[in-house]
């Protein structure tokens, strides 16, 4: 896709989203608050995010003690969130993280560093999503960066803004370059509820009205890859399997092989798979020997060739020493009938 075209559609996704949504101000906070209100916001409405902050506050000391305390406990108070264990586990690893990067939960200093510096440290801190990198570099450094969370990313990918590696890696390539930093928290706000409710509602007609004010075809999409998990590969699944649908009253083939009168249907169907994979696996076979037997013709006769000199080189002395053999034989027996005369004369006495 080129630059043009996906700063076009994310200028129509914005308008649809101003259409259909009122963006949420966002109340001024310290580095770390932003940093914690990210974790309870990434999936999850802004109220119920506040509601989950506002707790925390209340019940604990302060964030040492939070970060002290187990994720089921946390989990416990954050239940009124959609997903209150992965948010805990978030804000946990989050917590502990910092403290041993920064070892105080006061950031404030971090404010003037240069905003690339204090953004990689940030980035650095495990358990750290692409989402609250995002958030706490908006709302807490003043930096241009735009968080999109899961809803999010699929609602741009059924909108036609990003393609599936992207929606995998979690990057909206152009997306800060096509909204102004003047207009980045109020997208940021608008496509957070759009995402929190298509969350808790996969078919919610707002939304559906959103991504078809973008792309015809993104209703279809958007309800394929939610129903998949927000893995694109079963999306495609899904999309070859609608495509593939029979038009008018035609019955769908369900692939199961037809059951004969006899009722050995199910023998016949294995013996004709069994015997189609033959006959394949034999067609794809033959080229092969063709091509195989063609390229090994000139090396056997060769190899023949070469055999035959050896074997004859072989057998030439084999050959003259039987010939040597058989004309040996004779001289012995001449030595033999040359001694038996002269033995006979040896025994003769003398006249």
């Known amino acids: 896709m080129t630059a043009s075209n996906r700063a076009a559609r994310i200028t129509k996704l914005q308008t649809a989203l101003k259409k259909h949504y009122k963006p949420v101000p966002s109340p001024s906070r310290p580095i770390m608050e932003h940093l914690l209100y990210a974790c309870l916001l990434e999936g999850a409405p802004s109220e119920l995010a506040d509601e989950g902050l506002a707790k925390l506050e209340q019940q604990y000391f302060d964030w040492n003690e939070v970060r002290v305390t187990t994720t089921a406990e946390i989990t416990d108070v954050l239940s009124s969130l959609p997903s209150p264990v992965s948010a805990a586990t978030r804000l946990k690893r989050v917590l502990q993280s910092a403290f041993e990067a920064f070892y105080s939960f006061d950031l404030e200093e971090m404010k003037k560093q240069n905003l690339g510096q204090a953004v990689e440290q940030f980035e650095n801190l495990p358990g750290i999503t692409p989402f609250v990198l995002a958030y706490v570099t908006q709302h807490g450094l ?18 036609g803004i990003i393609n ?25 706000s608008l496509l957070q509820q759009a995402s929190a409710a298509l969350r808790k509602n996969a078919s919610d007609k707002t939304v559906v009205a959103v991504v078809t004010a973008v792309d015809r075809n993104a209703p279809q999409l958007l309800a394929a890859v939610t129903a998949a998990g927000g893995k694109p590969a079963a999306r495609k699944a899904a999309k070859s399997k609608s495509d593939d649908a029979p038009a008018g009253g035609e019955k769908a083939d369900s692939g199961k092989p037809a059951k004969s009168k006899a009722g050995s249907g199910k023998a016949d169907g294995k013996q004709s798979s069994k015997s189609a994979a033959s006959k394949g696996a034999a067609k794809s076979a033959t080229p092969a020997k063709k091509a195989a037997s063609g390229k090994e013709a000139p090396l056997k006769k060769a190899a023949k060739k070469a055999a035959k000199k050896a074997a004859a080189k072989k057998a030439a ?10 004309k040996a034989t004779p001289k012995k027996a001449s030595t033999k009938t040359a001694k038996t005369p002269t033995k006979k004369l040896s025994k003769r006495k003398p006249r």
Do not use: C, W, Y
């Not at 241009?144 to 909108?159: E, K, T, W």
């Not at 929606?167 to 800060?176: A, D, F, H, N």
């Not at 002395?317 to 058989?326: D, E, F, N, V, W």
């Open 142 to 159: 003043g930096g241009h960066s735009i968080p999109v969370d899961n809803g999010g990313l699929r609602i741009m990918f059924a909108a």
């Open 164 to 188: 599936e590696a992207e929606l995998m890696q979690q990057k909206v390539p152009g997306l800060e370059r096509a909204i102004p930093k003047s207009k980045g928290m109020e997208f940021g």
């Open 317 to 326: 002395p084999k050959k003259s020493a039987t010939a040597s053999s058989k």
